[in-house]
T-cell receptor
Framework: DAKTTQPPSMDCAEGRAANLPCNHS???????VYWYRQIHSQGPQYIIH???NNETNEMASLIITEDRKSSTLILPHATLRDTAVYYC??????????????FGAGTRLAVHP | ETGVTQTPRHLVMGMTNKKSLKCEQH?????MYWYKQSAKKPLELMFV???????ENNSVPSRFSPECPNSSHLFLHLHTLQPEDSALYLC?????????????FGPGTRLTVL
């Protein structure tokens, strides 16, 4: 089962910031939080990931609470092209050096004019 | 464009056919994955290959047979499929260090079983 919970859907006006929350209260100390998005019928696109500190890249910012039990993905200026399903995932590591991403249902973000 | 390609992009097959899906990554990664995404369901991990060795088979029926001849190529051989196997099949690859320790997905193959 996915180790995260997200709201099923959100709306955002074009040009405004989109703040997508995620709860991961059972996360372990060495597990990373990853965010992907999937535009209809395409492969998931990597956005950002983090462990403890807040992270920012050209696509988004990731804010992780100090207790690491929740995080927020921020799209600073949402556009219509950001309409997609956004997945918050806790990456699980296994012996042998490989990891797994366990996808949940995600948040369907609709950006409207 | 993520450097992971999949062919074909669309496939329609009968239940008695044999077909193969192909995935190729141009990122120098060492791990490759097959996922299945059925309508209105989360992505499900099917197989994991790490340095060409299968490290995970997530209770996938034997009518799906993966093959990883080298670290750049991954195949999924299909035979005697059922209509409920219709889905989007996604391939991903992953490096092993730093930012490379992230899975990058291909565009997927949309499979329809008649």
């Amino acid at each position: 089962d996915a180790k995260t919970t997200q709201p099923p859907s959100m709306d955002c006006a074009e040009g405004r910031a989109a703040n997508l929350p995620c709860n991961h209260s059972t996360i372990s100390g060495n597990e990373y939080v990853y965010w992907y998005r999937q535009i209809h019928s395409q492969g998931p696109q990597y956005i950002i990931h983090g462990l403890k500190n807040n992270e920012t890249n050209e696509m988004a910012s990731l804010i992780i609470t100090e207790d690491r039990k929740s995080s927020t993905l921020i799209l600073p200026h949402a556009t219509l092209r950001d309409t997609a399903v956004y997945y918050c995932i806790v990456r699980v590591m296994f012996s042998g050096g490989y990891n797994k991403l366990i996808f949940g249902a995600g948040t369907r973000l609709a950006v409207h004019p | 464009e993520t450097g992971v390609t999949q062919t074909p992009r669309h496939l329609v097959m009968g239940m008695t056919n044999k077909k193969s899906l192909k995935c190729e990554q141009h990122l120098g990664h060492n791990a490759m994955y097959w996922y299945k995404q059925s309508a209105k369901k989360p992505l499900e991990l099917m197989f994991v290959y790490n340095f060409k060795e299968q490290t995970e088979n997530n209770s996938v029926p034997s009518r799906f047979s993966p093959e990883c001849p080298n670290s750049s190529h991954l195949f999924l051989h299909l035979h005697t499929l059922q209509p409920e196997d219709s889905a989007l099949y996604l391939c991903a690859s992953r490096g092993t260090s730093g930012r490379a320790d992230t899975q990058y997905f291909g565009p997927g193959t949309r499979l329809t079983v008649l």
